[in-house]
């Protein structure tokens, strides 16, 4: 049976206590600091690193990294090109509604990059994401000639939900080529 801990040893485990109990708050400013170096290399326009940089804060759930993710993959930009992990990456960003994930997963759906081709889709997907703000996505459709519908209001869109149906952080669509 140990004796009595000396006052150092007891210091000494009181300090380390202390620190394990502040641990996740010594973490949190790292992972904060994550997505800071992912869109620095992004600024600096060195792409190639932009997956090895911007896969901790697109693993995080942030939906801009996930775009930038599904982008090196898609293009083959300092990782080897996967257009279905790409798509992953962008469904992943669209179901949190960022309109940038919607943009470029519905240009994988119109292209058939990674997912089947999917007309009706792609550019359903596409008009979600112009009434979400996406600049591009709207530029996209104005290109075609395709009017930009106004987005439902909340309670009209409620009463048209089927109960499949569901929206946030992994909800998946049943009409999606790649589901989880």
Sequence with gaps: ????????????????KLLICCLPLFSQMVWADN?????????????????RYCLVPA??????????????????VGILKNPELAVYWFKRAADQNYP?????L????????GTPQDEKGGMALMQKAAQAGSVRASEFLTELGVPI???QDSAAKSK???KYECTGVGCGRPTDGFGR
């Design 1 to 16: 049976m140990p004796g009595p801990m000396s006052p150092t040893a007891a210091h000494k485990m009181r300090l380390i």
């Design 35 to 51: 997505m800071a170096e992912c869109e620095n290399i992004i600024r600096s326009g060195n792409e190639n690193w932009a997956y």
């Design 59 to 76: 693993e995080e759930g942030n939906p801009k990294a996930q775009v930038l993710v599904g982008m090196a993959f898609m293009t083959g």
């Design 100 to 104: 940038g994930g919607m943009y470029q």
């Design 106 to 113: 519905a240009l994988s759906k119109l292209a058939g990059l």
């Design 149 to 151: 519908e106004k987005p």
């Design 160 to 162: 048209n939900l089927k």
